[in-house]
C-alpha cells in the first residue's frame, strides 16, 4: 500500500512517462537547482579535486530494479554530480578556450529535449530545418561574411573539417565515393596543406578518411607571429606536384589553438586560386570576434574559402554542443554524402533541404533553437560587447606582463588568449639548463595554482619553451577575476622562488 501511495508522488508510474502535474513540480526544482548553481559556480572548485574512480565508487554497480523516486535522484544529483565535475561555467575557468552556456542558450538545449526531433528529413523537422537556416544566415551576417556561403550545422568542428575534407576530396572527381581509395593504382598521393600550429582534428579527419597521415603536409610558422609561412606552401605545392602528388586542399587557421595566431588567408587564398585547391578555414574559436565591426578584418580572404568553421560553443556562449559548416558548394557536400534508401525516399526532396543529405548522420539534433534564442536575447550588440569584454581583459593581462620583469609575453595577443611565462632572473647557468628551469618553474607554478582549485589555466610548448596560456572567453568573467590571477601568479611565483 505504501509502495502504490510512493508511486503515485515522485515515482515512476507502471506504465507511460512521468505525471504532467509531477514533470511540472520537479522541473520547477531542476531550474531553481540550476539557476543556483550557475549564481554560485565560483564557490566549486574549477578543477575538479577528486580521484579518478571516486564517483564510480559511490554508485550501485547494479541498475534499480524498481524506479527510484525522483527526489532521491535530484537529491544524488547535487550531492555527488558537481563535486565530480571541473566547471566550465565557473567565471575562473580560462584553460584550452574558456567557454560558457547562457541561460538563453540553456532553455534552447531544454525545448530541444522536448522536441527530441531527428532533424533527418524535411518533413520530420520542418521548423529545426528553417530555422538552422535563419540562425545561420543571422550569424553569417553578424560576422560579415558574404551571401555566397550556404551553411550546416554539426555537433563539432573535428566534425565539420572533417566533411570539408570530404567534399574537398569529392570535388576531385576521382570516382573515390564509388571506388575508395584502397587498392588503386590510378591515385596519386592526396596532399591536404596546414600550418604547422593547425588544430589535430584536421589530422583526425584526414586520418577517418582513409587518406592517411602521410596525405598531410605541415607547414612551417614563423617564429615571432605563429603564421603559416606561405612561401613554404606555395614551394610544398610546387614541389608535391613536381613528384607527381596531388594537392587538393589547404586548411589556414584564424585563431589557433596554441597561440590564437591568424594564418595570412588572402595570401593562402591567392595560391589556392593558382593551384586550383580548395580552402577551407578553420576559425572554430576567433570567428565570433568578426562580430566586432573593428576586428571583422580577421576574416579578409575568407571571401574566396570554400568552407569555414566557427564554432558557437566556443565563444559565443553556447551551450556544448554547436558547430557550424559554412560551405559555397552545397551541392559538392550533398555529392559526397547523399545516400537515399527507399524507407527515406520523399517527393520533396529536390524542393526543400533534407539534413541527413550533409553528413554522415542520419538524426541530427534540433542545435539550431538554442542559437537562435542566444542571437536574440543578446542581438548582435550585446554578444559584440562581451566579445569585445574579453578582448580588453586580455589586452590588459598582457600590460601587467609587458611591464614586469618577472613574466615574458610569448606570442601576440590577437584576441582574448594570452600565452606568457615566468621568466625570474636566474643566474650562473648554461642556455640549456636555464630553459630547463624556466620549464620546470612553469610547470609547478601552473600545478600547483590549479591544484588549488580557485583559477584553472592550462599550457602549451612555443619555440620549445612551456607556455602558460590564458584564455579569457566565459560570459561571467570580470575584470576582478583576470586581478585575482594575476595576484595567483605573482604570490605563487615568489613561493616557488625563495
Ligand atoms: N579548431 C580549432 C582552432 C580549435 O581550437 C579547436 C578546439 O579547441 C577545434 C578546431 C576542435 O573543436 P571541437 O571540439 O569543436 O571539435
Known amino acids: ?197 593547425a588544430h589535430s582534428s584536421i589530422e583526425k579527419g584526414v586520418i577517418t578518411l582513409g587518406l592517411g597521415q602521410r596525405s598531410l603536409c605541415k607547414i612551417p610558422a614563423d617564429i615571432m607571429g605563429f603564421r603559416m609561412d606561405t612561401e613554404a606552401l606555395a614551394r610544398a605545392i610546387e614541389e608535391d606536384k613536381h613528384a607527381g602528388a596531388l594537392p587538393f586542399c589547404v586548411v589556414a587557421t584564424i585563431g589557433t589553438t596554441s597561440t590564437s595566431s591568424i594564418d595570412p588567408v588572402p595570401e593562402i587564398a591567392d595560391i589556392c586560386a593558382e593551384h586550383k585547391l580548395w580552402l577551407h578555414v578553420d576559425t572554430a574559436y576567433a570567428g565570433p570576434a568578426a562580430l566586432l565591426p573593428e576586428m571583422r578584418h580577421i576574416l579578409d580572404g575568407t571571401e574566396r574559402a570554400d568552407t569555414i568553421v566557427v564554432n558557437p560553443h566556443k565563444w559565443l556562449f553556447t551551450p556544448f554542443d554547436l558547430s557550424v559548416l559554412y560551405c559555397r558548394h552545397m551541392d559538392v557536400l550533398r555529392r559526397a554524402f547523399s545516400l537515399v534508401p527507399e524507407y527515406l525516399k520523399t517527393g520533396d526532396a529536390e524542393t526543400v533541404r533534407n539534413g541527413m543529405d550533409y553528413g554522415i548522420q542520419l538524426g541530427r539534433r534540433f542545435r539550431a533553437l538554442k542559437l537562435w534564442m542566444i542571437i536574440r536575447y543578446f542581438g548582435h550588440e550585446g554578444l559584440a560587447a562581451r566579445i569585445r569584454e574579453h578582448c580588453r581583459l586580455a589586452q590588459l593581462f598582457a600590460e601587467w606582463i609587458l611591464e614586469s620583469s618577472d613574466w615574458q609575453l610569448l606570442a601576440p595577443v590577437p584576441f582574448s ?5 615566468a621568466c625570474p632572473p636566474l643566474e650562473g647557468e648554461t642556455d640549456d639548463t636555464l630553459a630547463a628551469r624556466l620549464d620546470r618553474l612553469n610547470e609547478s607554478l601552473m600545478n600547483n595554482i590549479n591544484a588549488r582549485g580557485e583559477i584553472f589555466f592550462s599550457h602549451t610548448r612555443l619555440n620549445d619553451a612551456f607556455t602558460l596560456r590564458l584564455a579569457i572567453g566565459n560570459i561571467r568573467t570580470t575584470e576582478r577575476h583576470i586581478h585575482r590571477v594575476w595576484e595567483l601568479l605573482n604570490e605563487e611565483l615568489a613561493r616557488l622562488s625563495k
Open 417 to 421: 588568449l594570452v600565452c606568457f611565462r
Open 1 to 197: 500500500m505504501k509502495e502504490q501511495e510512493e508511486r503515485v508522488e515522485g515515482f515512476a508510474p507502471e506504465l507511460g512517462d512521468m505525471k504532467p502535474s509531477e514533470f511540472r513540480r520537479f522541473g520547477h526544482e531542476v531550474i531553481d537547482w540550476i539557476s543556483n548553481y550557475l549564481e554560485h559556480v565560483e564557490d566549486y572548485p574549477v578543477l575538479s579535486q577528486v580521484k579518478p574512480g571516486e564517483l564510480v565508487a559511490q554508485l550501485p554497480v547494479s541498475p534499480p530494479q524498481k524506479g527510484e523516486a525522483m527526489e532521491t535522484i535530484l537529491s544524488d544529483v547535487d550531492r555527488l554530480i558537481p563535486r565530480a565535475l571541473t566547471h566550465w561555467n565557473h567565471p575562473s575557468f580560462f584553460a584550452y578556450f574558456a567557454t560558457s552556456s547562457s541561460a538563453p542558450g540553456i532553455f534552447g538545449e531544454l525545448f530541444s529535449a522536448a522536441f527530441d526531433v531527428k532533424s533527418m528529413l524535411w518533413r520530420t523537422s520542418p521548423a529545426a530545418i528553417e530555422l538552422e537556416q535563419v540562425a545561420l544566415s543571422w550569424l553569417r551576417q553578424m560576422m560579415g561574411l558574404d551571401a555566397g556561403l550556404d551553411g550546416i550545422i554539426y555537433d563539432t568542428a573535428s566534425v565539420a573539417s572533417m566533411h570539408a575534407i570530404a567534399a574537398a576530396r569529392e570535388n576531385l572527381n576521382l570516382r573515390i565515393r564509388e571506388e575508395g581509395m584502397s587498392g588503386r593504382t590510378d591515385l596519386p598521393l592526396l596532399r591536404v596543406y596546414v600550418s604547422e600550429q
